[in-house]
Antibody, heavy 119, light 111 residues
Framework: EVQLVESGGGLVQPGGSLRLSCAASGFTFSSYIMHWVRQAPGKGLEYVSAITSDGGSTYYANSVKGRFAISRDNSKNTLYLQMDSLRAEDMAVYYC????????????WGQGTLVTVSS | QSVLTQPPSVSGAPGQRVTISCTGSSSNIGAGYDVQWYQQLPGTAPKLLIDGSTNRPSGVPDRFSGSKSGTSASLAITGLQAEDEADYYCQSYDSSLSARVFGGGTKLTVL
């Protein structure tokens, strides 16, 4: 059974840092492109970042470019999101998602981890 | 303001048919990029409903169908059921932003 389990969320002050993790199981993690998608409270979905299957290429939404860094450890079947210089507008539930749909859709999602940015 | 525009809400009675539109532009849907649709039940993660504009992943009921034309896409749900009450999101790729983009979401209410 495919499982994606996020962790690392919590309360952080503006300007602070947080590192999210997404532990994958039930599939060959190293074969899949992985993304982070976030959802602010009561709001819609927003693409955050993407990484190729070998970790060789990374991509970011303009809203987080220069502040967030996506990475993966295929030996540990884990995806990461390092978030620095956090702002109030970064407060959201962060989901990791597998790009496994035949046409590029997110076919599996984690349960999400909440990041709260507040002083 | 989302790059893809969806109606904030739609509603229908059980058994009826509803459609949800997703309007984009020449840099996303109009450029030929595929559209995905996701269903998000309250308090849960999104679920892939339609992949590649018209394709249902395994396990998705055939009551759900997708279409695309020009700069727009649509999700149709027939035979509405109470459990279809959820938020629905369209998603595509935008070449101007070089990023995936989502619609603002549509809340479906089953009357």
């Amino acid at each position: 059974e495919v499982q994606l389990v996020e962790s690392g969320g919590g309360l952080v002050q503006p300007g602070g840092s947080l590192r999210l993790s997404c532990a994958a199981s039930g599939f060959t993690f190293s074969s899949y492109i992985m993304h982070w998608v976030r959802q602010a409270p009561g709001k819609g979905l927003e693409y955050v970042s993407a990484i190729t299957s070998d970790g060789g290429s990374t991509y970011y939404a303009n809203s987080v470019k220069g502040r967030f860094a996506i990475s993966r450890d295929n030996s540990k079947n884990t995806l990461y999101l390092q978030m620095d210089s956090l702002r109030a507008e970064d407060m959201a539930v962060y989901y990791c998602a597998r790009v496994g749909g035949r046409y590029g859709g997110y076919d599996y999602w984690g349960q999400g981890t909440l990041v709260t940015v507040s002083s | 303001q989302s790059v893809l525009t969806q109606p904030p809400s739609v509603s229908g009675a059980p058994g009826q048919r509803v459609t949800i539109s997703c309007t984009g532009s020449s840099s996303n849907i109009g450029a030929g990029y595929d559209v995905q649709w996701y269903q998000q039940l309250p308090g849960t993660a999104p679920k892939l409903l339609i992949d590649g504009s018209t394709n249902r992943p395994s396990g998705v009921p055939d009551r759900f169908s997708g279409s695309k034309s020009g700069t727009s896409a649509s999700l149709a749900i027939t035979g509405l059921q109470a459990e279809d009450e959820a938020d629905y999101y369209c998603q595509s790729y935008d070449s101007s932003l070089s990023a995936r983009v989502f619609g603002g979401g549509t809340k479906l209410t089953v009357l």
